[in-house]
């Protein structure tokens, strides 16, 4: 099982980003698969994840009408649209699986995969 993040970078306050988790080793359509993010001295906080078997998603409310997740199961990648980018968003982004609980799980330690992560900066 391996998750691969990528897309994170230097964005300006307002900007967007698109990050991708391109997943191997099972199918997306399996498993949940969600967003987490980190900054030093502070635990990894659940931004978003997606339901295994449809496309309905739990959003964290940090970033609710900001951000969204989708996937392309025949890509098994899944993504996480960031729009109007503010400096706390900024930090290391996970994606990580979970069991195909619903609705999909926030919280970290229901995940048992996880990705490296991509660093996402936003400053002027």
């Known amino acids: 099982v391996q998750l691969q993040a990528s897309g994170g970078g230097l964005v300006t306050p307002g900007g967007s980003l698109r990050l991708s988790c391109v997943v191997s080793?099972?199918?997306?359509?399996?498993?949940?698969v969600g967003w987490f993010r980190q900054v030093p001295g502070k635990e990894r906080e659940g931004v978003s994840c997606?339901?295994?078997?449809?496309?309905?998603?739990v959003i964290s409310d940090s970033v609710k009408g900001r951000f969204s997740i989708s996937k392309e199961d025949y890509v098994n990648t899944v993504y996480l649209q960031m729009n109007n980018l503010k400096p706390e968003d900024a930090g290391v982004y996970f994606c990580?699986?979970?069991?195909?609980?619903?609705?999909?799980?926030?919280?970290?330690?229901?995940?048992?995969?996880w990705g490296q992560g991509t660093e996402v900066t936003v400053s002027s």
């Open positions: 080793g099972f199918s997306s359509n399996l498993y949940s």
């Open positions: 997606i339901n295994s078997d449809d496309r309905s998603f």
């Open positions: 990580a699986r979970s069991p195909p609980w619903r609705p999909c799980p926030m919280q970290a330690s229901s995940y048992q995969y």
